[in-house]
C-alpha cells in the first residue's frame, strides 16, 4: 500500500532512471505524482463489433489476435495484424512501433482502440489485453503533458499502480460539507481525476480537490495573520483631541467616521496595523488617512505617505497642507532625493509624502505609520522595505477599486479591511454612455456648446488613450494614440469653431435684413476652446505646466495617456472622454470615470470602442451600467485572476490548480468547512515560501 507521503523509488515500476527524471521535473513522493493533473480525456468507452464499427470515430473492439507481422517502407517499420471477433475480421496498422510486435501473442484476445478509416482499417490503436479493469482503453482515458517526457502509457500505468494500491484514511470534511452538497472523499477523487469512471466524476474529483485547495489556503492565511498579529513593538499611538481638526471645511460621511474609528483602534495597539482602506474615487480616503497620520505625528512620530507617480504625490502634499496647516509635510520624489542629508535626525517630526524614493529613505526617517496609496501599484518587493525597519510601523493601503488580487485577499481574511461605502454628499453619480463612432462628432458639438456656456476653463473634458504614439504593430494599429488623437480633436474643434463664426455671420445677415439687433460676432482670431496634450515622454517640467494650466483653468481639453488614472484632482473636469476602451481593465475604467465630477458638478464618462470581441462588449456594458466598484472588481476577477495571494505576482491565476477565483459558491463552503475543521488538521496542498515576504503583502 502507498501512502502521499511514500517516495516514488518505493513504487513499483520506478527504477533508478525513472525516478531520476521524475525528481528533475519536481516529483518526489506519491502525492507529487497523483498531482500532475491530465490535461485531457479521451473518451475510448465507446464499444464495437467489427462488422458494425462505424468510420472515423473513437471506438474499443475485443477481438483475438489471428496474425502479426513487421515489414519496411524505407526507413519506415510497419506492423500489420490481423484481428477477428464473431461479426468478421479487420486488418490493424501501427507504423514504427517495434512494441505492438513483441507485446502481442497469436491467440491471444486484446481491446484495440482507435479510430477505423474509410478501408475499414484500424490505424496506430492503443491495445491491452482484455480485462476488467482496463488502463489504456475501454474507458475515458488520461491524457498529460508531454513536458514530463514520459511516455503517455508509462504515466498510465505508474498511476494505476499508485490509485489501486493507495492506503485510504478518514476524511474529516465529507462529514462537514452542507447537507445538500456531496463530494467523494480524498482517495476517491484522486483516483477518479486520473481514471474516472464518468465525465460527471471528473467535475466531482476536481472539486474535492478544489476545495482542499482552498481550505488550505485559508489555513494558510489566517497563519500569517496570526503571525502578524503576535508581532510586537510598533509604538502605541494614544489618541490626541481634537481627533478631527476644524481645519476640515466639510463635513465627514458616516463611513469615513467608522473608518477612522476602526484605524484609531489598531493604531492604539503594541502589535501593528496591516489595514486596507477600500473607497471609490473621491470617497474621502486621503481625510482619512491624514487624520490618523495626525494622531501618529501629534504622538511623537513620523509618517510616510507613499504614491506611485510624482504628480500624485505632490498632489496629496497640497491637499494635505491645505488640511492640516499644523504639520509639517515635506515632499520626496527622484529629484530631491538626489540631494545629501535631505532628513536628518534630529529634525522635528514631519509627514513625509512620496514616491518610491521615499521607499529608500524609511530607514532614515524611521516612520511608525506607513500609508500606501493606489497600493496595487507597488510591488510585493517594494512593499517588504518596511520589514527592515527596527521598530515594526503600522501600515495603511488605501484603494479606490479593489482588483482582483486585493480582493482575494479580503476574502481570506488576511487584512483587516475598512471600507468607505458611501461618497460625499455633494457628489452626483457619473453618467456614462458608451457611443458609436457616428456619434462622435455631436458628442465634440455638446462639449463645445457646454464650454461656450459656461465661459473657457469651466467645463472641462478629459481624453484618455491607451498609447502615446501609434503602434507599428498590425493588430494594434486602430488603437488610439494621445499625439495622434491631440492632432484629430484640435482638428475638429477648430471646424466646430469655424462653423459656428459662419452661423454667427449668418445669424448678423438675417438680422440686418430684418431690422433687428444684431448678434455679436467673435473677432478674437484665438481659439475658444484650449486643447492640450499631457503623457510620460513629456519633460517633467512640461508635464507640471500642462498640469498648473489645468488647475488654474486654462485649458478646456486634456488629451492625455491613463497617467490620470492615479489621482490628478481636477476639481472642475465634468467629461471623460476614453479611447479605445477595450484596452482597459474594468479597474482602471472606474478608476479613470472618477478623475470627473468631483466639485459636486454632474460628471460624463464617454466610452469609445471599435472592438469586434463580444467580451469585450460585453464588459463595457457592465462598466456602462454599474458605479459600484465592489461589483466591477468581481466581474474583472472574473476576466483577470488573482494572481498570487501570498508571492510576487499580481495578475493570471496565480498558484492555485483546481481551484477557480470565481467559484464563490465553493470559496463560501470551504470558509463554512474550515470552521468546523479539528485543529490538527492537516492540508494537502501547503502554501510555503518566506515569511517575510508573506507578511510584507
Known amino acids: 500500500m502507498y501512502r502521499l507521503t511514500t517516495p516514488l523509488p518505493a513504487v513499483k515500476g520506478i527504477g533508478p532512471q525513472l525516478n531520476a527524471l521524475l525528481q528533475a521535473n519536481g516529483y518526489s513522493t506519491v502525492l507529487d505524482l497523483l498531482l500532475a493533473v491530465p490535461l485531457r480525456y479521451e473518451d475510448r468507452s465507446q464499444f464495437s463489433t467489427i462488422a458494425s464499427a462505424p468510420a472515423n470515430q473513437l471506438l474499443t473492439i475485443s477481438a483475438s489476435l489471428l496474425k502479426i507481422s513487421t515489414s519496411y517502407r524505407g526507413r519506415r517499420?510497419?506492423?500489420?495484424?490481423?484481428?477477428s471477433d464473431q461479426t468478421g475480421t479487420m486488418t490493424v496498422l501501427w507504423f514504427n512501433n517495434r512494441f505492438a510486435q513483441s507485446s502481442l501473442q497469436v491467440g491471444q484476445e486484446y481491446l484495440f482502440s482507435g479510430k477505423v478509416n474509410d478501408r475499414r482499417t484500424m490505424v496506430q490503436p492503443l491495445f491491452e489485453k482484455l480485462k476488467v479493469d482496463t488502463i489504456h482503453t475501454g474507458r475515458l482515458i488520461p491524457l498529460y503533458s508531454s513536458t514530463l517526457r514520459l511516455k503517455q502509457g508509462t504515466l498510465r500505468r505508474l498511476l494505476k499502480e499508485i490509485t489501486t494500491h493507495l492506503e485510504s484514511h478518514p476524511d474529516p470534511i465529507q462529514h462537514l460539507l452542507p447537507k445538500k452538497y456531496h463530494m467523494p472523499d480524498l482517495q476517491e477523487a484522486l483516483c477518479q481525476l486520473h481514471f474516472p469512471e464518468t465525465e460527471p466524476a471528473v467535475v466531482a474529483a476536481r472539486e474535492r480537490l478544489a476545495l482542499e485547495e482552498l481550505l488550505g489556503l485559508i489555513r494558510h492565511s489566517h497563519q500569517l495573520k496570526a503571525a502578524w498579529q503576535k508581532k510586537r513593538g510598533a509604538h502605541q499611538i494614544h489618541s490626541q483631541q481634537p481627533l478631527i481638526p476644524n481645519t476640515i471645511p466639510f463635513a465627514l460621511t458616516q463611513?469615513?467616521?467608522?473608518?477612522?474609528?476602526?484605524?484609531?483602534?489598531?493604531?492604539?495597539?503594541?502589535?501593528?496595523?496591516?489595514?486596507?482602506?477600500?473607497?471609490?474615487?473621491?470617497?474621502?480616503?486621503?481625510?482619512?488617512?491624514?487624520?490618523?497620520?495626525?494622531?501618529?505625528?501629534?504622538?511623537?512620530?513620523?509618517?510616510?505617505?507613499?504614491?506611485?507617480?510624482?504628480?500624485?504625490?505632490?498632489?496629496?502634499?497640497?491637499?494635505?497642507?491645505?488640511?492640516?496647516?499644523?504639520?509639517?509635510?515635506?515632499?520626496?520624489?527622484?529629484?530631491?532625493?538626489?540631494?545629501?542629508?535631505?532628513?536628518?535626525?534630529?529634525?522635528?517630526?514631519?509627514?513625509?509624502?512620496?514616491?518610491?524614493?521615499?521607499?529608500?529613505?524609511?530607514?532614515?526617517?524611521?516612520?511608525?505609520?506607513?500609508?500606501?496609496?493606489?497600493?496595487?501599484?507597488?510591488?510585493?518587493?517594494?512593499?517588504?522595505?518596511?520589514?527592515?525597519?527596527?521598530?515594526?510601523?503600522?501600515?495603511?493601503?488605501?484603494?479606490?477599486t479593489p482588483i482582483p488580487r486585493t480582493m482575494l485577499?479580503?476574502?481570506?481574511?488576511?487584512?483587516?479591511?475598512?471600507?468607505?461605502?458611501?461618497?460625499?454628499?455633494?457628489?452626483?453619480?457619473?453618467?456614462?454612455?458608451?457611443?458609436?463612432?457616428?456619434?462622435?462628432?455631436?458628442?465634440?458639438?455638446?462639449?463645445?456648446?457646454?464650454?461656450?456656456?459656461?465661459?473657457?476653463?469651466?467645463?472641462?473634458?478629459?481624453?484618455?488613450?491607451?498609447?502615446?504614439?501609434?503602434?507599428?504593430?498590425?493588430?494594434?494599429?486602430?488603437?488610439?494614440?494621445?499625439?495622434?488623437?491631440?492632432?484629430?480633436?484640435?482638428?475638429?474643434?477648430?471646424?466646430?469653431?469655424?462653423?459656428?463664426?459662419?452661423?454667427?455671420?449668418?445669424?448678423?445677415?438675417?438680422?440686418?435684413?430684418?431690422?433687428?439687433?444684431?448678434?455679436?460676432?467673435?473677432?478674437?482670431?484665438?481659439?475658444?476652446?484650449?486643447i492640450a496634450e499631457l503623457h510620460g515622454k513629456m519633460k517633467k517640467t512640461a508635464q507640471q505646466q500642462v498640469i498648473e494650466k489645468m488647475f488654474q483653468q486654462k485649458i478646456d481639453i486634456l488629451v492625455t495617456t491613463p497617467i490620470v488614472e492615479v489621482g490628478i484632482d481636477l476639481p472642475q473636469a465634468a467629461a471623460m472622454i476614453i479611447e479605445s476602451a477595450e484596452r482597459f481593465g474594468l479597474a482602471s475604467l472606474h478608476q479613470l470615470r472618477g478623475?470627473?465630477?468631483?466639485?459636486?458638478?454632474?460628471?460624463?464618462?464617454?466610452?469609445?470602442?471599435?472592438?469586434?470581441?463580444?467580451?469585450?462588449?460585453?464588459?463595457?456594458?457592465?462598466?456602462?451600467?454599474?458605479?459600484?466598484?465592489?461589483?466591477?472588481?468581481?466581474?474583472?476577477?472574473?476576466?483577470r485572476g488573482a494572481g498570487d495571494l501570498f508571492g510576487v505576482e499580481q495578475h493570471g491565476w496565480g498558484t492555485l490548480q483546481f481551484a477557480s477565483w470565481t467559484n464563490f459558491e465553493l470559496i463560501s463552503i470551504a470558509q463554512h468547512v474550515f470552521k468546523k475543521l479539528p485543529s490538527d488538521w492537516q492540508p494537502l496542498f501547503s502554501f510555503i515560501t518566506n515569511d517575510k515576504q508573506l507578511l510584507a503583502n
Request: hydrophobic share 40%; proline share 4%; aromatic share 6%.
Open 77 to 83: 517499420t510497419v506492423t500489420t495484424a490481423k484481428i
Open 255 to 400: 463611513a469615513q467616521q467608522r473608518c477612522i474609528d476602526e484605524i484609531k483602534m489598531d493604531l492604539n495597539r503594541t502589535s501593528p496595523m496591516n489595514r486596507i482602506l477600500i473607497g471609490d474615487v473621491g470617497s474621502g480616503k486621503t481625510v482619512v488617512a491624514g487624520i490618523a497620520a495626525r494622531q501618529v505625528i501629534l504622538s511623537g512620530h513620523n509618517v510616510g505617505l507613499i504614491a506611485p507617480t510624482q504628480i500624485l504625490a505632490e498632489q496629496h502634499a497640497a491637499t494635505l497642507s491645505e488640511l492640516f496647516p499644523d504639520l509639517e509635510i515635506e515632499l520626496i520624489t527622484a529629484v530631491q532625493s538626489k540631494r545629501k542629508n535631505i532628513i536628518n535626525k534630529g529634525q522635528s517630526l514631519k509627514f513625509y509624502v512620496g514616491t518610491h524614493a521615499l521607499i529608500n529613505q524609511l530607514l532614515q526617517i524611521n516612520p511608525a505609520f506607513i500609508i500606501y496609496d493606489e497600493q496595487h501599484r507597488f510591488g510585493v518587493k517594494q512593499r517588504s522595505a518596511a520589514e527592515n525597519l527596527p521598530t515594526p510601523p503600522h501600515v495603511l493601503t488605501m484603494t479606490a
Open 595 to 639: 478623475r470627473v465630477g468631483r466639485a459636486g458638478q454632474q460628471g460624463y464618462c464617454v466610452v469609445f470602442s471599435n472592438t469586434k470581441s463580444s467580451q469585450a462588449k460585453r464588459r463595457l456594458r457592465q462598466f456602462s451600467q454599474t458605479n459600484n466598484g465592489q461589483e466591477l472588481a468581481e466581474i474583472d476577477l472574473q476576466h
Open 409 to 530: 485577499l479580503t476574502i481570506f481574511s488576511h487584512l483587516n479591511v475598512s471600507v468607505i461605502d458611501e461618497l460625499p454628499n455633494n457628489r452626483l453619480p457619473t453618467k456614462t454612455w458608451i457611443l458609436p463612432e457616428t456619434k462622435r462628432i455631436d458628442m465634440y458639438a455638446w462639449i463645445y456648446e457646454q464650454i461656450s456656456k459656461k465661459g473657457a476653463g469651466r467645463f472641462q473634458s478629459l481624453v484618455v488613450c491607451p498609447f502615446i504614439n501609434p503602434s507599428e504593430n498590425e493588430g494594434l494599429a486602430d488603437v488610439a494614440a494621445t499625439t495622434q488623437k491631440y492632432q484629430t480633436v484640435k482638428a475638429a474643434f477648430k471646424k466646430l469653431e469655424k462653423q459656428k463664426a459662419v452661423d454667427l455671420i449668418t445669424q448678423k445677415k438675417r438680422a440686418k435684413e430684418e431690422k433687428q439687433t444684431t448678434p455679436a460676432v467673435v473677432k478674437d482670431k484665438q481659439p475658444i476652446v484650449k
